[in-house]
């Protein structure tokens, strides 16, 4: 067509300009767009998680004070004219303990939603040996349903349970987001959900199918995307991308096969617990867990001593001497390990009581010769390892450390008592209440203030031993009385008084931050009896 000019052409100068810094600008665009969307998404979870955490927390505390008022049982009660028999009692006390489990998962959820968003990333530090078919059924019966007819939609058939390994809240948050998704769209004719489970090339494989509306072929590739929307009213976009997360945190995968007008199936495949890549997904936790050996047998301290090596745990090893051996750090350790040959029934009792209402690992070693025999409850037995072998301490270590315990809650009275002064510091009255009836009932003397204002007011007028601080209150946060605790000469008398940050909402970061202004310690609501009592103990003492 004509001669190609070779040389610089000054016109394409202004092109390439403005593409290149045009490309800069759109990217700048879509980055700060994105982190805006983050960090919204940080700070309404935070608020929203205080504002959860409070009724939580009252609830908690009120079904913590109904077990430590209402007795274990009437044989000792001198009125002969009951109101209510033993067998109701132990029904009342049963539902309470229902109770605080939901309280507890409730707390749980929030926990892990709050770690994931903030760090973009699940942490397996709550994972355990799961099983498949108890988490389904779990998710189906306690899903949302608009409508009672809504469950009869739902189909779900397993031929032989599995075992996977992750955090069962966490899974349950997927089946509720595919669930919510499905039902969007269930007024469509024969409409209906099939769940199936079955195993394939050491894999466990969910399929969740629909027979719904369907997703076009040009969205599929772009569902699990962050922030990606199908034009749902109030679609955050942020459902199905923490689902692939949570999914990829197992080591498994999630995808999505549909057909408009007719089906859309979600397959998830996690690995069986047997995979080599679940070995290396546990050997790596290992490094973070912290054991006890109570006890000690010169071979146990040795297999303890190479498998601590080998796991690279931190490992600590303390004579069985009394009650209070683990009084101090019971809620440092992952799982306590105890020599029954060195041990009486007794002290067994008390030291298990102890630790019941905390998810701490607990296993009891006996020997092939034990010279000395103690009576073991129905409570302690599955706890029992006949130890022969470090390979047989080994495979029970690892199983059973990943082996999800939920905590008992036991009434018990706390020994610990000086008429100590506490002030509880919180805008929720309910929470005080509770809380108060719990400290007393402990032998403090109790004092109560609804915002940091109130508090400080109280102070110039008499003193008191520790402050149990709400970080977000109405008039005067208490942040901001911490602050003028620690720095203004009106309250002299009580700037190096112990203040526990009794929170709904603390992440490493806010912590640094309260410590920088003078809180001592941390309690993240709602906490149990034992904890807040625990917490206590340990700056009254």
């Known amino acids: 067509m004509g001669n190609i000019g070779i040389g610089f052409h000054s016109s394409y100068l202004i092109v390439f300009s403005f593409s290149y810094f045009t490309g800069i ?5 879509n980055r700060i767009e994105i982190e805006s969307k983050q960090l919204f998404s940080r700070s309404f979870s935070g608020g929203i998680a205080h504002e959860m955490r409070n009724p939580l927390s009252a609830l908690y505390a009120s ?13 000792a009660d001198p ?14 006390r049963t539902i309470i303990k229902d109770n605080i489990s ?3 998962n409730g707390h749980n959820t929030i926990n892990l939603l709050l770690s994931s968003i903030d760090s973009q990333k699940i942490s397996p530090q709550s994972f355990n040996n799961l099983s498949i078919n108890d988490v389904i059924h779990n998710a189906l019966n306690v899903y949302g349903y608009q409508q009672k007819s809504d469950k009869a939609l739902v189909f779900f058939q397993i031929n032989k349970d599995n075992t996977f390994f992750g955090n069962d809240i966490l899974l349950r948050y997927v089946f509720f987001n595919l669930l919510k998704n499905s039902f969007f769209y269930k007024e469509k004719a024969n409409f209906k959900i099939i769940i199936s489970v079955y195993s394939k090339n050491n894999e466990t494989v969910i ?22 929307t199908s034009g749902k009213e109030n679609n955050t976009g942020l459902g199905l991308s923490f689902c692939k997360k949570v999914i990829n945190a197992f080591s498994g995968t999630i995808e999505c096969y549909s057909t408009e007008n007719i089906s859309t199936t979600f397959i998830i495949r996690l690995p069986m617990i047997t995979s080599p890549i679940i070995d290396k997904m546990q050997y790596d936790l290992m490094s973070t867990k912290k054991i006890l050996l109570l006890g000690d047998n010169s071979k146990i301290l040795t297999d303890m001593n190479h498998l601590a090596f080998f796991y690279n745990f931190t490992f600590n090893n ?26 009486d029934s007794e002290l067994l009792v008390k030291i298990y009581n102890h630790i019941a209402t905390t998810t701490i690992k607990i296993i009891l070693i006996q020997h092939q010769h034990n010279a000395k025999k103690i009576t073991l409850s129905k409570t302690h037995k599955p706890y029992l390892l006949n130890y022969n072998h470090i390979d047989t301490l080994q495979k029970k270590l690892i199983t059973h450390i990943f082996t999800q315990r939920i905590p008992t809650n036991i009434s ?29 009932n402990s032998g403090y003397d109790v004092v109560e203030a609804d915002n940091g204002q109130t508090a400080l007011d109280y102070l110039q007028e008499t003193t008191v031993d520790l402050i149990l601080m709400d970080s977000q209150m109405p008039i005067m946060s208490g942040i901001d009385a911490t602050k003028e605790i620690r720095t203004n000469n009106k309250y002299k008398a009580h700037q190096h008084i112990p203040i526990i940050c009794y929170s709904g909402s603390l992440d490493n970061t806010h912590k640094k931050e309260l410590m920088s202004i003078g809180i001592n310690d941390f309690l993240l609501k709602p906490s149990s009896k034992s904890t807040l009592l625990d917490i206590v103990n340990k700056w009254l003492e």
Request: charged share 20%.
């Open 79 to 92: 009125q002969q004219n009951r109101l209510i028999s033993n067998a109701e009692i132990h029904k009342l």
């Open 102 to 104: 939901i309280i507890n």
């Open 318 to 343: 303390q004579k069985i001497t009394s009650y209070n051996t683990i009084n101090n750090e019971k809620n440092s350790y992952d799982c306590i390990i105890i020599d029954i040959n060195e041990i």
């Open 25 to 29: 600008c759109f990217n700048y665009r």
């Open 63 to 75: 079904q913590e004070v109904l077990l430590e008022l209402l007795p274990e049982n009437l044989t």
């Open 412 to 440: 018990q009275k706390t020994v610990h008592s000086n008429r100590a002064k506490i002030m509880i510091v919180d805008d929720n009255m309910s929470l005080r209440l509770y809380s108060g009836i719990l400290l007393k």
């Open 207 to 228: 399929s969740i199918k629909d027979y719904g509306k369907g997703i076009p072929s040009s969205s599929i590739k772009n569902i699990f995307t962050e922030y990606y």
